[in-house]
């Protein structure tokens, strides 16, 4: 009899939370993001029913033109959220590479981005010092090398060309943060130019670039196929750094609060199946490899994914791994 009225209890309690909860302003939505394992957020909230359960009807999609791409559809309206650099709402609200008030309304993860070279700059990097074997590694070698490059092409010196994703990256500020560690001057020494993330893996191996600083798989996309290394991570450099958010404008707030509400729940939701076991990571892994996602092989997206981050053929480490929310 008790289990009766307790379960009586309970369903008038949920019929009760049910016609007290607001209604959503707005129920079809848009979320673009950029092929990189952090969206996995994202996806997982479309592809586990997340989404569905707060009511929203969700199309996921995939933006092809990179960070500038994806920021000036938030802007235009053409998506109502989307995947973002954690500088990018700042720098639009700022009138810098866009002009609007976006707001970040939710963290997406920490970690996941690294510093890779191609095997041709490593070659000469060894010449002056580099030990393979060892991670992380600093950019010493790499000064030694660009010191004794300036000597021999005097006036004629041509910088060497690394990629970053985005100008307000993270990326971008590692990468020179991490130059600059050695006394190198990026701006003097180098000439570091954006590319879509996906892209960067066939730049290098088509030599427009030395190296980059990417966000995952794009790391180890390289590494497995044996075309470079990657040196450093961003958890090496900044452990546990605040990476992407999810981004809307601040009218689309005002206008919908409970629609915002509901995607803020699907995706928390999300993040925390995420960080509930290696389980759920290796299913994620086998999720965004398919075309419409990320479309790399699950073995590579499972690195990063589960803690073992692969720097090179030689080192192999279990302290790396991304963090999507919290709750772990």
Same mark, same amino acid.
């Given at each position: 009899?008790?289990?009766?009225?307790?379960?009586?209890? @309970?369903?008038?309690?949920?019929?009760?939370?049910?016609?007290?909860?607001?209604?959503?302003?707005?129920?079809?939505?848009?979320?673009?993001?950029?092929?990189?394992?952090?969206?996995?957020?994202?996806?997982?909230?479309?592809?586990?029913?997340?989404?569905?359960?707060?009511?929203?009807?969700?199309?996921?999609?995939?933006?092809?033109?990179?960070?500038?791409?994806?920021?000036?559809?938030?802007?235009?309206?053409?998506?109502?959220?989307?995947?973002?650099?954690?500088?990018?709402?700042?720098?639009?609200? @700022?009138?810098?590479?866009?002009?609007?008030?976006?707001?970040?309304?939710?963290?997406?993860?920490?970690?996941?981005?690294?510093?890779?070279?191609?095997?041709?700059?490593?070659?000469?990097?060894?010449?002056?010092?580099?030990?393979?074997?060892?991670?992380?590694?600093?950019?010493?070698? @790499?000064?030694?090398?660009?010191?004794?490059?300036?000597?021999?092409?005097?006036?004629?010196?041509? /910088?060497?060309?690394?990629?970053?994703?985005?100008?307000?990256?993270?990326?971008?500020?590692?990468?020179?943060?991490?130059?600059?560690?050695?006394?190198?001057?990026?701006?003097?020494?180098?000439?570091?130019?954006?590319?879509?993330?996906?892209?960067? /893996?066939?730049?290098?191996?088509?030599?427009?670039?030395?190296?980059?600083?990417?966000?995952? /798989?794009?790391?180890?996309?390289?590494?497995?196929?044996?075309?470079?290394?990657?040196?450093?991570?961003?958890?090496?450099?900044?452990?546990?750094?605040?990476?992407?958010?999810?981004?809307?404008?601040?009218?689309?707030?005002?206008?919908?609060?409970?629609?915002?509400?509901?995607?803020?729940?699907?995706?928390?939701?999300?993040?925390?199946?995420?960080?509930?076991?290696?389980?759920?990571?290796?299913?994620?892994?086998?999720?965004?490899?398919?075309?419409?996602?990320?479309?790399?092989?699950?073995?590579?997206?499972?690195?990063?994914?589960?803690?073992?981050?692969?720097?090179?053929?030689?080192?192999?480490?279990?302290?790396?791994?991304?963090?999507?929310?919290?709750?772990?």
């Amino acid at each position: 009899m008790l289990k009766k009225i307790i379960g009586l209890g @309970l369903g008038l309690s949920l019929v009760a939370a049910s016609l007290l909860a607001a209604e959503l302003e707005k129920k079809k939505l848009t979320i673009g993001f950029i092929a990189l394992t952090d969206c996995a957020p994202i996806v997982i909230a479309e592809e586990k029913g997340f989404f569905k359960k707060y009511g929203l009807d969700v199309h996921v999609v995939k933006e092809g033109g990179g960070w500038p791409g994806i920021q000036q559809k938030v802007i235009s309206g053409e998506y109502d959220f989307s995947h973002a650099l954690a500088g990018m709402p700042i720098a639009a609200t @700022l009138g810098i590479n866009g002009n609007a008030n976006l707001q970040a309304v939710l963290s997406l993860d920490f970690n996941g981005n690294g510093i890779t070279f191609g095997n041709n700059i490593i070659k000469e990097m060894k010449k002056y010092g580099m030990d393979e074997t060892k991670r992380p590694l600093g950019s010493e070698s @790499l000064k030694k090398y660009i010191d004794a490059k300036h000597k021999a092409e005097g006036s004629s010196y041509q /910088p060497l060309s690394f990629g970053m994703v985005h100008p307000v990256s993270t990326h971008n500020y590692e990468l020179r943060y991490w130059m600059a560690s050695s006394g190198i001057v990026p701006d003097r020494d180098t000439t570091i130019k954006p590319f879509p993330p996906p892209t960067m /893996p066939s730049n290098l191996i088509a030599g427009n670039i030395e190296g980059y600083c990417v966000g995952e /798989p794009w790391n180890e996309r390289i590494v497995l196929k044996k075309k470079g290394s990657t040196l450093v991570t961003n958890y090496d450099i900044w452990n546990n750094n605040p990476e992407k958010v999810l981004q809307t404008r601040a009218d689309f707030i005002e206008k919908n609060p409970e629609t915002t509400k509901a995607v803020m729940k699907a995706i928390l939701e999300a993040q925390m199946w995420l960080d509930a076991s290696w389980e759920n990571r290796k299913e994620a892994a086998i999720i965004m490899s398919k075309p419409n996602y990320v479309k790399a092989p699950v073995s590579v997206l499972e690195k990063s994914m589960t803690g073992t981050f692969q720097y090179s053929n030689y080192f192999l480490s279990t302290s790396f791994t991304h963090l999507f929310s919290l709750f772990i």
